[in-house]
């Protein structure tokens, strides 16, 4: 054998109790699991390296189900914000924007319109316009030697809008639609899971219902799924996630919840509500999952919470209508008074509000701290060119504990990796779960957390052999601490490493060694198989 991991805990990823064993690894599979107390004749595995996991919990590679990675895959290849976390998957693609499939227009568009999530990317060599291209492109990242982690993609339901309808409030014509149904296709055929969409992101949130039926019905031909960040998660929250499951529902296409929260004082402890919804979906027999983050506060870009009328047209349009003071007084009208549908529908407080990073280096001065109202924040908008993240804090932690206890939840770290102070959830989203939620709280038992973390994502992507220890299984693996696992990031130093994950493995080679980043680049696309 390659390698033993010997006398390991083997939290297995079913949700099952876990058990002592010897864990085998060879050519890049778990070759063999010896139990302690195995019958008489029964010899443990040997291997030229064997690695002692006395004390040590090993687990299948927790999968991130809803990341932000789209860029960093391809500018950092030593990627220990999830690295370090034992992550071994990651699913790009989200809330409706990325970077396939597009045209050169449309590249240059949400490359405009997503600077703070990602960058603008001029450090980046955009050589692909096709779902498939981005895909290869990983695979042949860093000199060929691939990605720091594994990664499966969203084909983004409003850069396909944005392709074929442009930056337009209203529904696409037939012929719009049918070229968005060819692209969602052809993003499916060349290896995409699924479909996302960012419906309180402009242009995406322009599509009417009826719309995304009809490409979530090209989803379900590939057995895919949606992944919407619906219309609301602040004053229609339930209804808005009541829409999505109708939506889904009548396209026979599998649903899963992106950052599943309810979030603004008019959620707070309305947590059951939603779950009372979704165990009367699930009971009927709905597919639906859902991802969340162990943490209250969001993060977003700060364009983000203007009415969708001033996006429309693009990111130009919306840097020309800030210029105009009369435009602009009616922008903060519908943000501070009416609650404008970038918001969520509440109107904002601006005390919430705290930037976590912007594009130019002259306004580093603003970030962390909070805006004092519409004044600074449209001069952050104007000269940051749009470009500017923020954190807002406005979740509470009894809804975010009830969430992550039911039956269909997984983690995602919705991590934005931009900024001097990104939000903490990026770096240390998979250890809070295990360390404050599991060994702390006990908000969940270990077992129920690493399903949540391995085997139920990994289900939601069909993946035959990933999500569990068992033999045959890709080695993609994980071995912590769980007396001492925990995040080391912090709102006031976001970009620090955790600890008790000593190591992590993928495709059997180490990636995280004696809790250090081997410079191994074992990660590579994972596509959707027929």
């Keep these: 054998m390659d390698l033993v991991f010997r006398d390991a805990e083997v939290v ?92 050169d227009r449309t590249l240059a568009e949400v490359r405009g319109a997503i600077t703070g999530w990602n960058g603008y990317g001029d450090d980046i060599d955009f050589d692909w316009r096709t779902v498939g291209g981005y895909l290869d492109r990983l695979d042949r990242a860093h000199d060929g030697r691939g990605i720091a982690v594994n990664a499966a993609y969203l084909v983004p339901q409003g850069t396909v809008r944005m392709h074929a309808v442009g930056w337009e409030d209203r529904p696409a014509t037939e012929a719009e639609l049918n070229r968005m149904r060819r692209l969602v296709a052809e993003g499916l055929q060349q290896g995409a899971v699924g479909m996302s969409s960012g419906l309180t992101y402009t242009p995406g949130m322009y599509a009417p219902d009826a719309e995304l039926t009809e490409l979530c019905r090209v989803v379900a031909e590939y057995d895919g799924y949606y992944c919407p960040h619906h219309r609301s998660y602040g004053a229609g929250a339930l209804r808005a996630y009541e829409e999505m499951i109708t939506l889904s529902r009548e396209a026979g296409c599998a649903l899963h919840l992106a950052h599943a929260t309810m979030n603004f004082g008019v959620n707070r402890g309305r947590a059951p509500e939603l779950l009372a919804l979704l165990d009367e979906a699930l009971d009927a027999g709905a597919d639906i999952s859902l991802d969340t983050y162990p943490y209250t506060p969001g993060c977003t870009s700060l364009v983000a919470l203007l009415p969708s009328w001033a996006g429309e047209g693009g990111p130009e349009a919306v840097l020309a209508r800030l210029r105009d003071d009369g435009t602009a007084e009616r922008i903060r009208h519908h943000l501070e008074v009416l609650g404008s549908d970038g918001c969520h529908g509440v109107p904002v407080e601006w005390d919430t509000i705290e930037v976590s990073g912007v594009s130019d280096p002259a306004l580093a001065e603003f970030t962390g701290r909070r805006l004092d109202g519409w004044p600074t924040a449209r001069r952050l908008l104007l000269e940051d060119r749009l470009g500017t993240t923020v954190l807002q804090h406005v979740g509470h932690e009894e809804n975010v504990r009830a969430i992550m206890r039911h039956r269909v939840h997984t983690g995602g770290s919705d991590g934005i990796l931009q900024g001097l102070k990104p939000h903490p959830r990026a770096y240390g989203t998979f250890p809070r779960y295990l360390g404050r939620y599991v060994r702390e709280l006990g908000v969940l038992s270990l077992e129920e957390c690493v399903a949540h973390l391995t085997s139920r994502p990994a289900a939601r992507l069909r993946l035959p052999d990933r999500g569990l220890v068992r033999e045959g299984y890709v080695a993609d693996l994980v071995l912590f601490d769980p007396a001492t696992v925990a995040p080391g990031a912090t709102y006031a130093a976001p970009r620090t490493l955790p600890v008790g994950v000593p190591h992590v493995l993928i495709d059997g080679r180490f990636v995280i060694e004696d809790g250090r980043r081997t410079g191994t680049l074992a990660g590579r696309s994972i596509r959707r198989t027929p």
Excluded: N, W
């Excluded at 895959?73 to 030593?78: F, I, T, V």
């Design 12 to 103: 297995d990823g079913s949700g099952g109790p876990s058990y002592r064993a010897d864990v085998a690894i060879d050519g890049g599979r778990i070759a063999a699991i010896v139990k302690e107390g195995a019958a008489a004749g029964c010899l443990r595995p040997t291997a030229r390296r064997v690695v002692d996991a006395e004390g040590l919990a090993l687990s299948p590679g927790f999968i991130d189900m809803h990341a932000h990675s789209d860029l960093a895959l391809l500018r950092d290849p030593d990627h220990s914000a999830k690295a370090a976390q034992g992550v071994t998957l990651e699913v790009l693609g989200q809330d409706g924007l990325s970077y396939a499939p597009v045209d």
